[in-house]
């Protein structure tokens, strides 16, 4: 990643706290977290799209809690890149359905 990289996530960061826009020290430290599901997450891709110095990414994510309940939501990625790294990523999921799988507890 670029020194100056950021990561910026859909939504309201008072709402859900992975939203919003994070340093690349923020987020390499998020990534190298242990993974919060069993086995980590599979991810399926789409389509990809590359002009000039972006690159668009579709793909879905699948994972499964210790409790047993399976998470899936859809992405768009826009990746940017400077000086043949990844300069900035915006990620576009569904943020309301996250919050409320994460905030539900299994019954």
Request: proline residues 4%; aromatic residues 14%.
């Amino acid at each position: 990643m670029h020194p100056e990289a950021t990561y910026w996530t859909l939504g309201k960061p008072h709402l859900f706290d992975y939203c919003g826009e994070k340093s690349r020290d923020e987020i390499c430290a998020y990534m190298a977290t242990p993974s919060i599901f069993v086995g980590g997450v599979e991810t399926t891709f789409g389509d990809v799209t590359a002009e000039g110095d972006r690159v668009a990414v579709e793909a879905q994510t699948r994972g499964t809690l210790p409790d047993g309940r399976v998470y899936t939501n859809m992405y768009h990625y826009l990746f940017t890149f400077r000086d043949g790294k990844v300069w900035r990523v915006k990620e576009y999921l569904d943020t309301q359905s996250a919050a409320e799988f994460f905030a539900r507890k299994r019954d």
